[in-house]
């Protein structure tokens, strides 16, 4: 029997309409936008505004463009993964409330708490439900409502990021595409740098920790900064060489958009021309683990089928990783 790989089939998104633009926040905090553009490379970002609506309200109408693009019946779906760091509720999972949403019954589903990383470490999971031969129809849906735990008065985190939602469809193929490999790591003592200090089980939500705003994201830019150049650039150049890929194999990168300048220094480092690599960071700014799927999303049309594709990301855990795969299809 051939070997059975897991492809993406089919991409869908959801954006809030509210663009919230630099010259908005520069009204808020004290910053600019040619600050903003400079130091991350952010114009705009959207926000769900509507009352009453959450992550998996973006999440949900992500599957549905996804399930109607696909032509694929919420029963054929056997399993849905929802990366994510802005849940709806710290229980039961935002992958069920979607799952319910969308009418998918005959599924499980769990959510993967990967940060930035979140998309690629689902996908690698889906790839070994796909690849087993157990499942058929694997959906991962990447949303999150950032603008939950950002504090809009602390202007080194505000500008930077966005809410989206992104979802793919994985498949088995018996033919030369698909996932061909994945390199994922965490580094736990990174948790120092990037966190939300209230609200778990070791500090949990007080009014004291309102006042003091520790229900918000906690960054120190400059070391997360850091160590997303080098292990965001080190994995995916690890992961070209271990499959003897060059650059000029490479049909495109696609880095999680945290930061301009660290998307840049990661093609620096692997070699690879801004022309060969998805960015989209100017109109959506860092929406986690939503970034890559919505890259795909952007540039669907562009894609042929064996394109070579690495993917990178970089997140809060520390959590970071690559996947080397080729696409799967022609966009019409
Ligand atoms: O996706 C999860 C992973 N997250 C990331 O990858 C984010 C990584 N970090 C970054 O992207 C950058 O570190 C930031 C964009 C967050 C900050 O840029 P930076 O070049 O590292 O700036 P910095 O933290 O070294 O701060 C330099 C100066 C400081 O002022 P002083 O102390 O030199 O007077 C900051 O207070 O820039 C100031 N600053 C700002 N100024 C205007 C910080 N934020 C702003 C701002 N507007 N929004």
Redesign the pocket.
Known sequence: MANIRAAITGVGAYLPEYRLTNEE?SKM????DE??MQ??GIKERRILKEEGKATSDMGARAVENLLEKTGTSPDEVDMLICATITPDMNLPATANIIAHKTNIHNAWSFDLNA??SGFIFSLSTATQFIESGRYKKVVIVAAEKMSSIINYED???????GDGAAAVLVEPSTEDVGVIDYINRVDGLGRHH?HIKAGGSLKPASEETVKNKEHYLY???????K??VSSMADVAAEIMEKHNISSEDVAWLVP????M??IEATARRMGISKKQVMINIRKYG?T?AA?IPLCLWDYEKQLKKGDNIILAA???GFTWGSTYLKWAYDSE
């Open positions: 926040i905090v004290d910053t600019s600050w903003i130091r991350i940060a930035c202007r080194t985190t505000c500008p930077l990021f990037l960054q120190e830019g400059q070391a997360v900064f160590a997303a999680h958009q945290a930061n300048r660290i860092n986690t970034t970089f997140g809060a």
